[in-house]
């Protein structure tokens, strides 16, 4: 199997996270190009919108994440 990690970063090793690492790819090889892109779409708009509602909170919070005060 081919490494994922870096040097730097040491490897999470657990039966279960092995088990869906390997659960992912095999269902990724059945997969059609176009079916890998737009899942692929799908979680980048996911991951977006998590970020984006992070940038929200911060906006609403007295604490100044910047500057590490209260404004």
């Known amino acids: 199997m081919e490494e994922w ?3 730097s970063v040491s490897p999470i090793r657990s ?3 092995e088990k869906s690492r390997e659960k992912v ?5 059945r997969m ?3 079916e890998r892109l ?3 779409l799908q979680h980048s708009q996911l991951i977006h919108r998590i970020y ?3 940038v929200r909170h911060r906006r609403k919070s007295p604490f100044s ?3 590490g005060t209260l404004r």
């Open 65 to 67: 994440f910047r500057k």
């Open 5 to 7: 990690y870096t040097d």
């Open 38 to 40: 737009l899942a692929y």
């Open 15 to 17: 039966e279960l996270l």
């Open 25 to 29: 790819l095999q269902l990724s090889r």
């Open 52 to 54: 984006d509602a992070g």
């Open 32 to 34: 059609k190009p176009e």
